[in-house]
């Protein structure tokens, strides 16, 4: 079994910075690759980025490159989202979720998924 719980989400201004946090729990994170979603109001959940297991391989949204950055520290259990230059439209809840793939996760396809956090961008 895996537990996700995402953190540092909250209100920022258009341009600012906001780094989210997922920590997991579970012998299975390891071995796992780890992705960042987001679902807007009216939306589907929408794929921003997956990085794999262990040799760091990552997949962007074309929606979120130049502008977000994930990484993972397999030592403390946990994946980072860095989002730069947010905008209003990124005003979502922010999802993060453990696959068997990068490309596995960016069609969705995890068992595991944490509970969200909210970002809100103001004009």
């Known amino acids: 079994q895996v537990q996700l719980v995402e953190s540092g989400g909250g209100l920022v201004q258009a341009g600012g910075s906001l780094r989210l946090s997922c920590a997991a729990s579970g012998r299975t994170f390891s071995g796992s690759a780890m992705g960042w979603f987001r679902q807007a109001p009216g939306m589907e959940r929408e794929f921003l980025a997956a990085?794999?297991?262990?040799?760091?391989?990552?997949k962007y949204a074309d929606s979120v490159k130049g502008r977000f950055t994930i990484s993972r520290d397999n030592a403390k259990n946990t994946v980072y989202l860095q989002m730069n230059g947010l905008k209003p439209e990124d005003t979502a809840i922010y999802y993060c979720?453990?696959?068997?793939?990068?490309?596995?996760?960016?069609?969705?396809?995890?068992?595991?998924w944490g509970q969200g956090t909210q970002v809100t961008v103001s004009s």
């Open positions: 979720a453990a696959g068997e793939t990068t490309s596995g996760l960016r069609r969705l396809e995890s068992d595991y």
């Open positions: 990085i794999a297991r262990s040799d760091g391989f990552t």
